[in-house]
């Protein structure tokens, strides 16, 4: 299957820093990516949903000055997390749709906020 | 009614055993189903697609059934390595981009 790739793993940062978070289709063109976040035995919650050249379109609830996200070809999209605090600690999941419909994920950046 | 719907389980079953997941959904336009498997602390990984006429994958039938709104998971013969969590995902199609995700069944396989 198609591959994705999401860097970093794991990060550890002190409240108020900013953390970016880059995902990539590593042998396909994703022209749509997206990126959730799973608190621990919670199911997936998308956060929003990022378009090759366009803004991004942010789920309910999710502040986009918080979580910045650029999606600068169509290979990579970026999250930053913005002046972190211990509440945004998650398990960040990227997911790039193929020609197909098909959504392949990343690994997962497990963020933890101190 | 939640678009997707799953049994969240867990469904503790024996090796060996066969064991079925079904999965509901509320969009009778919906285009494309998939199910996936997520594992504890690890991203979901697609486990098959479901086609309008069933699809196989050795141990693993998936099967759709438009006029009552739902796509089933079978699994033959199950091993250890088969404890995950299964995920029904289902895309509305129709310009629409984000698909949506059931909440999960866990399944635990015991020796």
């Known amino acids: 299957g198609a591959v994705v790739s999401q860097h970093p793993s794991r990060v550890i940062c002190k409240s108020g820093t900013s953390v970016k978070i880059e995902c990539r289709s590593l042998d396909f063109q994703a022209t749509t990516m997206f990126w959730y976040r799973q608190f621990p035995k919670k199911s997936l919650m998308l956060m929003a949903t990022s378009n090759e050249g366009s803004k991004a379109t942010y789920e309910q609830g999710v502040e986009k000055d918080k979580f910045l996200i650029n999606h600068a070809s169509l290979t990579l999209s970026t999250l930053t997390v913005t002046s972190a605090h211990p509440e945004d600690s998650s398990f960040y999941i990227c997911s790039a749709r193929s020609s197909t419909d098909t959504q392949y994920f990343g690994p997962g950046t497990r963020l933890t906020v101190l | 009614r939640k678009e997707v719907e799953q049994d969240p389980g867990p469904f503790n079953v024996p090796e060996g055993a066969t064991v079925a997941f079904n999965c509901t959904y509320s969009n009778s336009a919906s285009q494309s189903f998939f199910w996936y498997r997520q594992d504890c602390r690890k991203e979901p990984k697609l486990l098959m697609s479901?086609?309008?006429s069933g699809n196989e994958d050795g141990r693993f039938t998936a099967q759709l059934n438009r006029a009552s709104q739902y796509i089933s998971l079978l699994i033959r013969d199950s091993k250890l390595s088969d404890s995950a969590t299964y995920l029904c995902?289902?895309?509305?199609?129709?310009?629409?981009?984000?698909?949506?995700f059931g909440t999960g069944t866990k399944l635990q396989v015991i020796p």
């Open positions: 479901v086609y309008s």
């Open positions: 995902v289902v895309n509305p199609g129709g310009g629409y981009q984000k698909v949506t």
